[in-house]
């Protein structure tokens, strides 16, 4: 079993910057591919970006590339989203997710889910 925790969101004006983390409980975490995603009101869940068990595979949404980077530290058990050049678009509830299987791009493809933070930016 594996718990995830996600904090860093808020409310920041558009153009600026946020660092989201996502803490997992267990011994397993290096383990699994971590991934973000993300839900804006009405919508569905957003594919945003994963990275490997081992931190040297990435992948992002295409429309995630430029101010998107995920990183993860696995000493810390944490995995990190930091958004650059904030839109209102970017507007959603962010979530992290775990994955055994490698660095999927689809949630069906997870594993564990964490609750969410949620990022509001204002314009």
């Known amino acids: 079993q594996v718990q995830l925790v996600e904090s860093g969101g808020g409310l920041v004006q558009a153009g600026g910057s946020l660092r989201l983390s996502c803490t997992a409980s267990?011994?397993?975490?290096?383990?699994?591919?971590m991934g973000w995603f993300r839900q804006a009101p009405g919508k569905g869940r957003e594919f945003v970006a994963v990275i490997s068990a081992s931190g040297r595979i990435t992948y992002y949404a295409d429309s995630m590339k430029g101010r998107f980077t995920i990183g993860r530290d696995h000493a810390k058990n944490t995995v990190y989203l930091d958004i650059n050049s904030l839109r209102p678009e970017d507007t959603a509830v962010y979530y992290c997710?775990?994955?055994?299987?490698?660095?999927?791009?689809?949630?069906?493809?997870?594993?564990?889910w964490g609750q969410g933070t949620q990022v509001t930016v204002s314009s």
């Open positions: 997710a775990a994955a055994r299987n490698v660095v999927p791009r689809t949630a069906p493809g997870y594993d564990y």
């Open positions: 267990g011994r397993t975490f290096s383990s699994f591919a």
